[in-house]
């Protein structure tokens, strides 16, 4: 883990997130400035920088936990359906592998890759999204990780 890389702080638990999922090897938590709310952030607590960077025995547990959160996050949010992206160095704010899931409405304004973020509008707007994420991960949990619980 990198003392510099803030994913790194992050999985490491030394720096806080509002996260939606952990298990030993990675963490989810809520984007400080999402797109819409509820877009989250799933990270491997390894540092990898880009996808092609993450060895691939991580690559199917990494999508795994991808497929649970496109399930969690939307219904968590009341929304359709969801966006997953991974930006590999372009565009990669943080130099740390994070998949982007991010709720989708019908007609909720995201044209092509132009995507205005804000901040949450108070802590407690945060936990209840986060609240509301980490309730759908648990209904969802048995079905997309079978015998592997998470905590």
């Not at 638990?13 to 819409?36: K, M, Q, T």
């Not at 936990?65 to 930006?87: D, E, I, K, W, Y």
Request: glycine share 8%; charged share 20%.
């Amino acid at each position: 883990m990198s003392s510099k890389c803030l994913f790194c702080e992050i999985g490491g638990g030394r720096i806080s997130a509002d996260s939606v999922y952990e298990d030993a090897d990675f963490i989810a938590f809520l984007d400080h400035r999402p797109l819409f709310p509820g877009h989250t952030l799933l990270i491997p607590r390894v540092h990898h920088e880009t996808l092609v960077d993450l060895p691939s025995d991580r690559t199917g547990p990494l999508f795994e936990r991808a497929r649970l959160l496109s399930a969690a996050v939307p219904q968590a949010m009341g929304a359709t359906g969801s966006f997953v992206a991974v930006n590999n160095r372009v565009s990669q704010s943080v130099p740390h592998l994070h998949v982007h899931i991010v709720p989708r409405r019908e007609k909720d304004g995201l044209r092509g890759f132009f995507w205005p973020r804000q901040k949450y509008g108070s802590p407690e707007e945060s936990a209840l999204v986060r609240d509301a994420i980490r309730n759908a991960v648990e209904e969802f949990l048995s079905q997309f990780l079978p015998g592997n619980p998470g905590s």
